[in-house]
């Protein structure tokens, strides 16, 4: 039954946009930037309680953002789609609290933020407000939709003010989210190009605007890209790509880590970057 439940999502938007093109497809683009994430646990809670917590005010809603430690370098920590802050407790752990002030941020409809949609364009205006707010950030550390936010406000922001940036897990274009969610939900041709129409409107670009390794090509921002070589959310050679087109970047390979990258090999890969002092790569 559950597997015919995304056919029968995908049914009825192709009936509304067939009656009411404009109605269905701002209901499609908004289904897609929907999340379905399960709430905290009581373990993750614990954890997240160890830090300071901010109800910080974005468009309309109150974003969660928790804080550890009080050195002077500043990082920051985002998570990915239908994720929390909870995902970064090791990465954490692992970090001098007298040397670095430490922030993690439940993205908008995330973990305990409010909200109920999001895109990497609204991340990205949360991610500008809060660093214009708080003060620049020494390294930014992201996951998957939190990575792909981090590369794009670089893209759409040259001088924002992040000294080098670490991208796990990373998707490197939109448009295979689309072509995902077209096939998931059995959406006619006809349809997608209604909820297409819909998200340029809403964010100002059809999808094929959003493609990593085009973005890359004008970063020079210190970075270090970890990848697993068998991720089946976010194909590896896209971010070979990406590696290829960003000057100043490296490239970690994993293998039969997935997505998620759950590996002390990673946090420590990631541990080492943030405490290394050159700001350029070799």
Request: charged share 20%; aromatic share 12%; proline share 5%.
């Amino acid at each position: 039954m559950k597997k015919l439940i995304p056919k029968f999502i995908g049914f009825y938007f192709n009936l509304l946009t067939l009656a009411a093109p404009s109605l269905g497809g701002r209901k499609g683009f908004f289904f897609f930037c929907t999340p379905f994430g399960a709430k905290i646990k009581a373990h993750q809670l614990s954890f997240l309680n160890t830090a300071e917590q901010i109800n910080y005010p974005f468009e309309n809603t109150t974003i969660k953002i928790y804080k550890w430690g009080s050195g002077k370098n500043r990082l920051l920590f985002l998570h990915g789609w239908q994720s929390h802050s909870f995902r970064w407790k090791n990465y954490i752990n692992v970090l001098s609290k007298e040397d670095y002030t430490i922030y993690a941020i439940d993205a908008p409809a995330h973990g305990q933020s409010g909200g109920q949609y999001l895109n990497a364009v609204v991340y990205s205006r949360l991610l500008e407000k809060f660093v214009t707010d708080t003060g620049p950030i020494d390294t930014i550390v992201s996951h998957s939709l939190g990575s792909m936010t981090a590369l794009y406000t670089l893209h759409r922001l040259p001088a924002f003010p992040v000294q080098k940036v670490i991208i796990t897990g990373m998707p490197s274009e939109v448009n295979d989210f689309i072509r995902f969610y077209q096939g998931v939900l059995g959406l006619w041709n006809s349809t997608m190009n209604v909820i297409r129409s819909s998200f340029e409107r809403e964010i100002g670009h059809l999808p094929e605007y959003f493609s990593m390794p085009v973005m890359a090509k004008e970063l020079t921002t210190p970075c270090l890209l970890i990848h697993d070589r068998t991720d089946p959310d976010a194909p590896y050679h896209k971010v070979q790509e990406v590696h290829q087109n960003w000057k100043n970047s490296e490239l970690m390979t994993t293998e039969s880590l997935g997505h998620n990258l759950r590996s002390p090999a990673v946090v420590q890969a990631v541990h080492d970057f943030i405490i290394r002092k050159e700001a350029v790569l070799a």
